[in-house]
């Protein structure tokens, strides 16, 4: 299946397409919302089925359905064999009602939250939202988009807490959780699952906890958990020091700067001195253009929440006395951050040296960091040629033949296993410098061995001196391709995109590589 190109390429190197798949980004939701609303998937579930079967099932007419079913295909959510229409590995885990991953819920919430979208530009002429609910809205009512709402939420917390516990593998938690805006409880659950010898009280508003308390007296955990109902923007009715871990789990996207320093300082002030505190979020560092469009769902949809950078969180927890970890990426739209009281507490996670060294390195602002086998690396025999010819820097002190030969570098990798690339852009001396400081964070997280190659001729200095002798030999890395590494081919090998440039004002990426030991 191909994917949307805006989904995971330049816009730049993609141009008009990458407007038109803009345009149309909703006939990709509108298929999966109207394919989760007839029940489609949960129909094949039982088996195959040909088109009139489908058509009747889901009273449909057999002519929408037959053209439905193709983009269903396209899409890899159906596949079909013969005469008969089956659910795909994606549709049959993730869009089967009552299944335990069940994602339904959620995607429907997203479909309910469209209409409001759609006023985005009153939102923006008026500086906030526009639509709220009834000020009488019928308890009946409240109650079923509060359900609606958690389970969305649930739906999510579900996939994400996977992710979270194995960080916490080798630091054995035990003692009481405290769930803070625990919505649905679904994070909490992965912890009491994991660990039998935790407690937990879950913080929310009176009308959130009747639901929640239903869904973790049906998870089993009824007698492990205390309901705490309270507003989590005024006093915290909850003992000082008392937590070993407490969570703010999408909640400090919920409001904006004044009252997420409040909530950051009752959390710390919660927990106890050997505790964590486990913020789990949409930054603005770990995947731009979500954290952006997140955002701007939080200002049509919500008084004052919005999404915070990974920056101001951290001098936040800095504030209230606390250590905290890099981001810690999760697989999919959200990162980690998690606090302590006590330094030596971080060292227990399970982060795993390379992992915090690519968030460190990320920091430094490159666009990706992408670790790759040092096997991908090519190196032939003509990369260096188009130094020698076609170059006027050939011959600088760190240009070849000054630059270590093809069959050094081929050599040099054998005694390497990892490394990483780094995607920047201009200007040049810019992104050497960068790739400068990134080695030396690699060097300073142990990998002693850690060597970069960087893109173009040397521009530490504006120039070099006459006598051809380097200023600066401390600093001054070889180039990949001066040291005979192909680099498109590298870079295609690691799923990253370059292509040769086509006019003087294109779009420039750089690479470079540092390999790590
Ligand atoms: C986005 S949901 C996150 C739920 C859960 N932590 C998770 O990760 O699935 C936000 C939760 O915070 C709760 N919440 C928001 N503002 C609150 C407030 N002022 N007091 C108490 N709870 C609040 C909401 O009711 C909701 O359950």
């Known amino acids: 299946m191909k994917i949307p190109p805006y989904l995971n390429r330049d816009p730049q190197e993609v141009g008009p397409q990458y407007l038109e798949d803009l345009a149309t980004g909703y006939w990709f939701s509108e298929v999966l919302f109207t394919a989760v609303e007839t029940g489609i998937f949960t129909l094949l579930d039982s088996g195959g089925k040909n088109i009139d079967e489908i058509a009747e099932a889901l009273n449909l007419s057999r002519r929408g359905v037959e053209r439905f079913l193709h983009a269903l295909c396209a899409l890899g959510l159906v596949i079909r064999d013969g005469s008969l229409y089956f659910n795909t590995k994606i549709s049959r885990k993730y869009l089967v009602k009552g ?8 995607i429907l919430w997203r479909k309910y939250l469209h209409s409001y979208w759609q006023d985005l530009k009153k939102c923006l002429r008026m500086g906030g939202r526009v639509n709220f609910a009834p000020a009488q809205e019928e308890p009946e009512r409240l109650r079923e988009r509060i359900r609606k709402y958690i389970r969305a939420m649930d739906c999510v917390a579900k996939t994400k807490v996977e992710e979270i516990i194995p960080l916490f593998e080798s630091c054995f938690v035990k003692g009481e959780i405290l769930d803070v805006g625990a919505g649905s409880g679904a994070i909490t659950a992965g912890f009491l699952e994991r660990y ?46 008392r937590f070993n871990l407490v969570i703010l789990s999408n909640i400090v996207h919920a409001y904006a700067e004044k009252e997420i320093q409040f909530v950051l300082e009752r959390a710390s002030e919660t927990l106890k001195p050997e505790g964590f505190l486990l913020i789990h979020d949409f930054f603005i560092e770990h995947y731009p253009e979500k954290a952006a469009l997140f955002d701007l769902n939080m200002f049509i949809n919500t008084y004052n929440g919005k999404v915070f950078s990974e920056k101001w969180v951290r001098e936040e927890l800095h504030r209230q006395s606390l250590y905290v970890t890099e981001l810690i990426p999760l697989g999919t739209d959200t990162a980690l951050m998690i606090a302590a009281k006590d330094k030596r507490n971080l060292e227990n996670l399970c982060l795993d040296a390379k992992s915090r060294l690519v968030a460190r390195i990320k920091a430094l602002g490159f666009r990706k960091v992408c670790p790759v086998p040092v096997e991908t690396i090519h190196v032939p025999d003509w990369a260096d040629v188009r130094c020698r010819f076609g170059c006027e820097q050939y011959g600088k002190p760190h240009c070849p033949p000054n630059s270590p030969s093809p069959q050094k570098t081929r050599k040099l990798l054998k005694d ?3 490394a990483l690339l780094l995607e920047g852009e201009p200007p040049t001396r810019n992104f050497q410098y960068r790739v400068l400081q990134a ?11 850690a060597f970069a190659y960087w893109a173009g001729p040397c521009s530490l200095c504006v120039s070099c001196p006459p006598e051809g002798k380097c200023r600066r030999t401390r600093e001054a890395r070889p180039s990949m391709e001066g040291a005979g590494i192909d680099v498109f081919e590298t870079i ?19 690479f470079a590589l540092l390999l790590l030991e």
Do not use: H
């Not at 299944?99 to 959620?106: A, N, P, Q, V």
């Not at 407690?199 to 639901?211: F, G, I, S, T």
């Not at 080695?439 to 061995?449: S, V």
């Open 99 to 106: 299944k335990e991953d069940y994602l339904g819920d959620s």
């Open 416 to 418: 390497y296993t990892q």
């Open 439 to 449: 080695e030396k964070e690699a060097f300073q997280a142990g990998y002693y061995k």
């Open 492 to 510: 295609k090998r690691a799923g990253l995109s370059l292509r040769t440039l086509k006019d003087r004002d294109d779009f420039i990426k750089y």
């Open 196 to 241: 039998p010898l935790t407690r937990a009280v879950l913080m929310d508003l009176p009308e959130v906890l009747d639901y929640t308390r239903e869904l973790m007296r049906e998870r089993g955990f009824g007698e492990r958990v205390a309901y705490c109902p309270a507003n989590i923007l005024e006093a915290w009715p909850v003992g000082k020091e």
